[in-house]
């Protein structure tokens, strides 16, 4: 038999890829990027810095905007089984990250672009990043249990599920991992 995976399966799965995606996105951002500011030159960051910025949007802040917007979308097409709460969760995180941005980064930010590197404001910077990383943290781990408590769905599964939805080249694959999903699977 041939299972029809539902709408709400869909989105809970591309819902979940970009989480994912971002979880590894601000990890490399904060871990990994920031962390490397302090070895380019004074003469050189604010060019360095100007050039990263549409960069750092395009990788990570649109994907985050997705995310998000995804994840209100579950508020009316869940699968059955994920509970309420659980988006909930995810988008009090998501407003916790919105507001760690907007009252600390983007000004920091701003201010690296208009007076060049300085350390104990690259410090904050690091600093509040982990707000930003829990929030990540927190949304992965959310649905990761939904899909695995909630969902009936196993770890192994659902990490081939993603994988495949995100190379978007293997949807059978994709079918095949979340196919036999109780939550969210019609059976012909």
Known sequence: MEAIVSAPSLLFVLTFAFVCYVLGATLV???????????????????????????????????????????????????????????????????LALIVSAAFQVPIQLEFDRSGLSLPRLDRLIMMEWFRMLRTVSTSLVCLDDATTHGKLSVTKLTAAVGAFMELGDLDCFYECVGFWSIGCNRT
């Open 29 to 95: 951002e904060g871990l990994v990027n920031y962390r490397s500011w302090r070895h380019v030159g004074p003469k050189e960051f604010k060019t360095y810095h100007r050039a990263l910025g549409p960069r750092v949007i395009a990788i990570v802040v649109a994907p985050f905007v997705i995310s998000v917007a995804l994840t209100v979308l579950l508020l009316w097409f869940r699968p059955r089984a994920i509970p309420l709460w659980s988006i909930w969760l995810s988008l009090g995180a998501d407003g």
